[in-house]
């Protein structure tokens, strides 16, 4: 089997990525791949424990000293929802690997997995870290939070896709529903006061407009608008889901929440609607973190030692981090894959790439 300078071996890591993406794992569903995983590492002599997070859910967490814990290693083994149920699966196109999660985010984890067993094989594993992949980041996150309500750690690497660029930086992060009430009649009279779909439609424009024109590097997204079933006749409802996410320089979730709330409100004032439900689910804080301390330093040798240029960028989207920073936690999001292929039906990553961050990871573990 080929091995890497590192000690990484690339066919061991290629098969384990292949059997994880071939697991079907969406958000709820990810006891196989649990099972899988703890049965791998245990085969591999590693000390695993599996943390109940819900009924029929776990986390696998791999832990030497319980009293050092300093560093850990956090990769989350859930998926979205496969587009085709029939076709999800692990296809190799010249070292180009499609399948559902190959970049969100089973390509880091597969990865990860790779250079602690690699490293345990040295027989020098360091005492102050651990491995985490932890269930439910696509949906709720409710796999870290049940990691860090039993563990506590100064550091965290996650293995989100960063095209293998340290981001140093996070996006802070809202979620909105808005609930729109109109008057329910028939599709004749659609032109009429009180129609919840018009409104909504008019809200969202504005909303839009205002985003791009006063916050040009923030992200907006309307995930979902949907209305009340009413056959031939206008809506008497109308509800749209809307992301947000936001440069850790701007203003902060929470004030960017309120703002929205009385942009929303002021754009549905008069004659239009009956009634309005303005929520905030999720309301998380950015952060920027110096490029210096501990890890960072470990991660600037890290990158001279494998001839790659450190330069820290920002992860824009929402993750685990934004969980982690709120206990104190300082996380860096590092891992192979880009964060424009996640989420799609062509979703992909290069295995060479997916190697190279096996090495790296090693290398973080070799400097600890």
Same mark, same amino acid.
């Given at each position: 089997m ?11 890591l ?8 071939? $697991? ?15 049965t ?6 590693l000390?695993?424990? +599996? ?8 986390n696998?967490e791999?832990v ?6 300093e ?12 587009f085709? $149920? ?7 196109r ?16 597969a ?11 040295s ?9 985490? +992949?932890v ?11 049940? +990691?860090i309500k ?13 095209n ?6 996070h ?16 599709a ?11 409104? %909504?439609?008019?809200?969202? %424009? ?19 608008i ?7 006749a ?5 509800e ?10 701007y203003?902060?979730?929470?004030a ?12 549905l ?5 009956t009634?309005?439900?303005i929520?905030?689910?999720?309301v ?9 301390g ?7 040798n ?13 992860f ?17 999001? +590092? ?22 961050a ?11």
């Amino acid at each position: 089997m080929a091995k890497t300078s590192t000690g990484i071996k690339s066919e061991r890591l290629r098969k384990l990525f292949r059997d994880m993406v071939n $697991i079907y794992s969406p958000s709820g569903k990810e006891y196989e791949i649990t099972e899988y995983l703890a049965t791998y590492l245990h085969e591999k002599k590693l000390p695993v424990t +599996l943390r109940e997070v819900d009924e029929g859910r776990r986390n696998v967490e791999v832990v030497f000293k319980e009293s050092k814990l300093e560093v850990a290693f956090i990769g989350h083994i859930d998926t979205v929802p496969a587009f085709d $149920i029939e076709n999800y699966e692990y296809k190799d196109r010249d070292g180009e690997i499609s399948g559902l999660g190959t970049a969100d985010m089973k390509s880091g984890c597969a990865a990860m997995i790779e250079a602690f067993v690699s490293k345990y094989e040295s027989g020098t594993i360091p005492q102050n870290c651990g491995l985490f +992949l932890v269930v439910g980041e696509e949906e709720s996150g409710d796999g870290t939070a049940a +990691l860090i309500k039993s563990r506590s750690f100064p550091w965290a690497i996650v293995a989100e896709p960063t095209n293998l660029v340290s981001c140093l930086g996070h996006y802070g992060y809202l979620e909105m529903l808005v609930s729109i009430y109109g008057t329910r009649r028939h599709a004749s009279m659609a032109g009429r006061e009180y129609n919840a779909i018009f409104s %909504m439609l008019n809200m969202l %424009m504005k909303l839009c407009e205002t985003i791009q024109n006063k916050y040009p590097l923030a992200v907006l997204n309307i995930r979902d608008i949907h209305s009340s079933e009413s056959g031939f006749a206008v809506p008497g409802s109308c509800e749209a889901c809307i992301d947000l996410h936001i440069p850790p320089e701007y203003e902060s979730p929470k004030a960017f929440a309120r703002k929205l709330k009385k942009l929303v409100s002021d754009n549905l004032s008069g004659d239009s609607i009956t009634g309005c439900e303005i929520e905030f689910p999720i309301v998380a804080d950015g952060y920027n973190l110096e490029d210096t301390g501990y890890i960072p330093e470990i991660l600037k040798n890290t990158y001279k030692q494998h001839n790659m240029e450190w330069s820290p960028g920002y992860f824009n989207s929402h993750s685990d981090a934004n969980l982690l920073i709120e206990i104190g936690c300082k996380p860096i999001i +590092l891992g192979p894959g880009q964060l424009e292929k996640a989420h799609t039906r062509d979703e992909s990553v290069q295995i060479d790439q997916v190697i190279k961050a096996a090495e790296i990871y090693r290398t973080i573990l070799d400097n600890l």
